[in-house]
Nanobody, 115 residues
């Protein structure tokens, strides 16, 4: 069983920054891709950024240049540095991890950006 725990969400003004973290636990654990998804009220969950075990990252166009995903394989941790936040970034952010043929989700952390 893989458990993902997110932290770092909160309320910030437009233009501000937040840093989200996600720690994966479980034994044994060998994680393939990890990523961050967001879900705004009334909308579907969608990919924000993903990173492979080798460190290759990709982003949805709307966050390029503002958000940065990073990964520490030794600690089974990923981070999402969120800069120049906009009100439209407001959503619940979920951590995702692929382990073999299984996909795992965290409980989510709320990010609210006020205008």
């Amino acid at each position: 069983q893989v458990r993902l725990v997110e932290s770092g969400g909160g309320l910030v003004q437009a233009g501000g920054s937040l840093r989200l973290s996600c720690v994966a636990s479980g034994s044994p654990i060998s994680i393939d891709d990890m990523g961050w998804y967001c879900q705004a009220p009334g909308k579907q969950r969608e990919l924000v950024a993903a990173i492979t075990s080798g460190g290759s990252a990709n982003y949805v166009d709307s966050v390029k240049g503002r958000l940065t995903i990073s990964r520490d394989n030794a600690k089974n941790t990923i981070h999402l540095q969120m800069n120049s936040l906009k009100p439209e970034d407001t959503a619940v952010y979920y951590c995702n991890a692929v382990v073999g043929f299984s996909t795992h989700w965290g409980q989510g952390t709320q990010v609210t950006v006020s205008s």
